[in-house]
Antibody
Framework: QVHLQESGPGLVKPSETLSLTCTVSGGSISSYYWNWIRQPPGQGLEWIGYIYYSGSTNYNPSLKSRVTISVATSKNQFSLMVSSVTAADTAVYYC?????????????WGQGTLVTVS | DIQMTQSPSSLSASVGDRVTITCRAS??????LNWYQQKPGRAPKLLIY???RLQSGVPSRFSGSGSGTDFTLTISSLQAEDFANYYCQQSYSTPRTFGGGTRVEIK
């Protein structure tokens, strides 16, 4: 069973950079797209972007100028950085896998980690 | 970007009721449409993918239909554990986008 776990600071100061890592266990990071999705408190879901195991990326244009997603295949990890954060970046951040075999649905999710910008 | 519009935004229903949630895309997504259930404090859980395929382990009272721009999630007989938020999501193009959600509450 694939398991994803987010890790990183829960509190970030305004104008600084938010950094999170997702560790994948129970399966290989190869041959899938790996996503970051966030959810502000009490609000809906926003896709941030994905990385393919090969390193190619695709970002949401709404965040593209501030976001970097990277992968460390040897560690079965991928990471998110969001620069110049503001209070609007306060959210629960989820990592999730896209199942490339069908319609790229998000079939496995991490439990989520709350990041507060303050 | 493809805009996803869900309706209703919330509904009240009783155990045993048949519940239908609709999702409309601003342009065709073929069958690249997925449904998720989210309970408070938990990550979303995949229920339906490719518009009508039931994810492994999901009860058969959940079903999905539609293609193109109009989609439906149906719960045939609502159970106590089904009270949650439901989201549709298109995976046809990037950026991936979600509907605004439907809150299913106890009547």
């Amino acid at each position: 069973q694939v398991h994803l776990q987010e890790s990183g600071p829960g509190l970030v100061k305004p104008s600084e950079t938010l950094s999170l890592t997702c560790t994948v266990s129970g399966g290989s990071i190869s041959s899938y797209y790996w996503n970051w999705i966030r959810q502000p408190p009490g609000q809906g879901l926003e896709w941030i972007g994905y990385i393919y195991y090969s390193g190619s990326t695709n970002y949401n244009p709404s965040l593209k100028s501030r976001v970097t997603i990277s992968v460390a295949t040897s560690k079965n990890q991928f990471s998110l950085m969001v620069s110049s954060v503001t209070a609007a970046d306060t959210a629960v951040y989820y990592c999730a896998r896209s199942n490339t075999a069908v319609v790229n649905e998000f079939d496995y999710w991490g439990q989520g980690t709350l990041v507060t910008v303050s | 970007d493809i805009q996803m519009t869900q309706s209703p935004s919330s509904l009240s229903a009783s155990v045993g009721d048949r519940v239908t949630i609709t999702c409309r895309a601003s342009q065709s997504t073929s069958i690249y449409l997925n449904w998720y259930q989210q309970k408070p404090g938990r990550a979303p859980k995949l229920l339906i993918y490719a518009a009508s395929r039931l994810q492994s382990g999901v009860p058969s009272r959940f079903s999905g239909s539609g293609s193109g721009t109009d989609f439906t999630l149906t719960i045939s007989s609502l159970q106590a554990e089904d009270f949650a938020n439901y989201y549709c999501q298109q995976s046809y193009s990037t950026p991936r986008t979600f509907g605004g959600g439907t809150r299913v509450e106890i009547k």
